[in-house]
Structure formats: structure tokens, C-alpha cells
């Protein structure tokens, strides 16, 4: 993904992370924002949702997307 494509993606994820309610913010960033085990929850807790985003990598930002369209279906937010 070129990185104009990789941009998008980011600000997309962001303004559909925001709809969510904070437990679903919380654990979407348990789920990417804990390095593959090598942060502890409680700085991944910590982050905000948007630094969570800034790192994810770009291999993933695709199921990321998905994942949160999802959650937003399922909470009739979309």
C-alpha cells in the first residue's frame, strides 16, 4: 500500500474509532497497540487511539478497518 493509500487509511480508522464507545477504543487498542506482547497493557491502555493508528503497520490496517466496520454494524452506528 503506497503511502497516500496508507494516510487515508489512517485518518479513515481514526474518524471510525471515534464512534465507537470507549470500551470498544480500549479494546482495540489491547488488541494493536501492545506490539505483539513487548508493551504491557497498561501502556497500551494508556496510548491514545490515534497513536495506537500512527503505528499500526500497514499490512494490517486493512483487517483494522474491517474489524471496526464490523463492531460499527453491529452497534447500528453505520
Same mark, same amino acid.
Given at each position: ?11 479513515? =480508522?481514526?474518524?471510525? =474509532? @471515534?464512534?465507537?464507545?470507549?470500551? %470498544? ?10 506490539? %505483539? ?6 501502556? @497500551?491502555? @494508556? ?13 494490517? =490496517? ?7 466496520? %464490523?463492531? =460499527? ?6
Amino acid at each position: 500500500m503506497n503511502e497516500p493509500l496508507q494516510a487515508y487509511a489512517r485518518k479513515f =480508522l481514526k474518524e471510525e =474509532l @471515534a464512534k465507537l464507545p470507549p470500551d %470498544n477504543q480500549k479494546l482495540f487498542k489491547l488488541m494493536y497497540g501492545r506490539c %505483539n506482547g513487548l508493551r504491557s497493557v497498561e501502556d @497500551a491502555e @494508556a496510548m491514545t487511539v490515534e497513536e495506537v493508528v500512527d503505528e499500526i503497520p500497514y499490512q494490517s =490496517l486493512d483487517w483494522a478497518i474491517q474489524q471496526v466496520q %464490523n463492531t =460499527l454494524k453491529k452497534q447500528g452506528k453505520t
